[in-house]
């Protein structure tokens, strides 16, 4: 069985292995391209084009090509085209199905591939939720989810000679930004992580769009609104991107455009790019001081590396905001494909995991280590999924992989909601966030007693929310509910203020899972729940039903 690491990223996506010397590879699409465009062109009801193809396409198809669908993982979304309705998690298993199939030709359908894909360290419950779901449709065995940056720290342990010491992975993509702390050594901790999954490089693209079209209007004068036009506007996109990149080394850019008959060139400067994209800049630095303060909270005050990641942190006002505002010196580490490297690095340190290590038991952490996380070290040759690997294992020696377990930290605090009805001024609604960001991963037993509140209640309504907001808050708007059930099974005719235990955990990968039981007589309750926004089983195989006819291509 293949084992890969997937960056399935917002603009673009990656996907990587290992070479028999334990090495990580990036591995080309059919094009020979070692990134592939994350958007989907649906150009007919049997037909679709993935990457490249799909965003050369979408001049002509501007309304049956979708671009930055990550950005929409989680939310219950629906694109339709040819009458068939795609959620988020359909058309991220298209781009999954294309880049598994596209660096792996010749693979039969029935043959599984073993991967770990990684999601942005900021990504909440539902949002992770979303991407096993299109991992599954796309018929991947998911190892784990690894966040972005600690990826990029294992591909970075890897490759280079780390002494003990802490960096920031600063990660700005094409739709997410991700800053992580991280102590580097004989085991890479995540201290405290944040972010902002709607800041990456498509707001950039988006400013400079916005200036690009107000200068061609000046300039050309048009009869008719080109910002109405999805074709020019289509075309505008590409090449605002375009000279977004050229301006990363070059100052000055010319573009020409054409308008309903009507040319002209026009000239963007880098200063005045950096001016136009100042606060979203500015944004990221907020949240490198919250995430500095938050790190400093967990006893970890000093900042040795800053590697930047992500192909937005090629423009150079993030290297010179960072050191100006931070005084760091920030190196970029393989911007485009350290994340997959990572997580192929990844997957085979998994591979080599005993059982119970990705189980819930609690590990003891011991004194000498820094707060926030729990060892997950890999320590025994034992392989946990899947058959028997068809390509050769590399050695665990070559890999260096014993060297970089990784720990990982919540992305959001969650809890339930919580009615509280001795308020004089009614009953009070607020969430009680049992679980806070940052805490160490996995969280094993967060018990919640909620009480009945009538004589011979049969069920109780569960409510489980997520902060929303950049910090947490006990305000139900400052939040976002993630998972929304019913317990049902209570023994028959407890009295009224009954307690009952609600056990919440959070696996390594972030992933929400939830035990009830009633304590007195030890039953265990049922649990009908669905997380908010994300596909549940039967809508997965309804989805899978629309995608199995469609033929991609890239
Ligand atoms: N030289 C460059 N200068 C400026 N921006 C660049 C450059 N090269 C790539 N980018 C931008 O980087 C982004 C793509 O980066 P990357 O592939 O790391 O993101 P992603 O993985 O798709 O997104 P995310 O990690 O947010 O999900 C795009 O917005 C692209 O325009
Ligand atoms: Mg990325």
Redesign the pocket.
Known sequence: MRTLGI?L????SVVATLDEHGRPIVLRNPLGEE?TA?VVCFESATSILVGSAARNAAPAYPDRTVALI?RQMGTDRLLSFDGVEYTPEAVSALILRALVDGVLPGRQPDQPVRAVVTV?AYFGIREREATQQACLLAGIDTLELVS?PVAAAVHYGFSETVGLGTAVVF?L????FDATVLTLGGRIQVVATDGDTEL???DW?RRLVSHMLDQFTAQVRPDTDPGDDEVFMSELELAA?RA??AL?TTAVQRVPLWYAGRGATITISRADFEAATRDLVDSASQCLRRLLAAAGRAGVSEVDHCLLV???S??PMIAATLADEFGWQPRLFD??LAVAKGAALRAHQILRMPVSEKTWAPRPRRAAEAPGGADISARGPVPTLGGPAAEPDPPAGATGLAAHPVAAVVARGLGPLVHDSHDKSGQRRYVWHVVHQNDPLPVVDRQITLATILDGQASIRIEVYEQAGAVESAEVDDNRLVLDGELSGLPPGLPAGSPIQLTLRIGLDGRLSLVATEPKSGAALTIEACIDGVLDGSGRERAARSLAGLAVRQ
């Open positions: 960056d990223g917002t603009t673009y990134t994350s990550k942005p972005e990660d993509g094409g739709g997410t990456g490089g498509a693209d991107e977004k990149r990363s992500g192909g937005s090629r423009m911007p485009d």
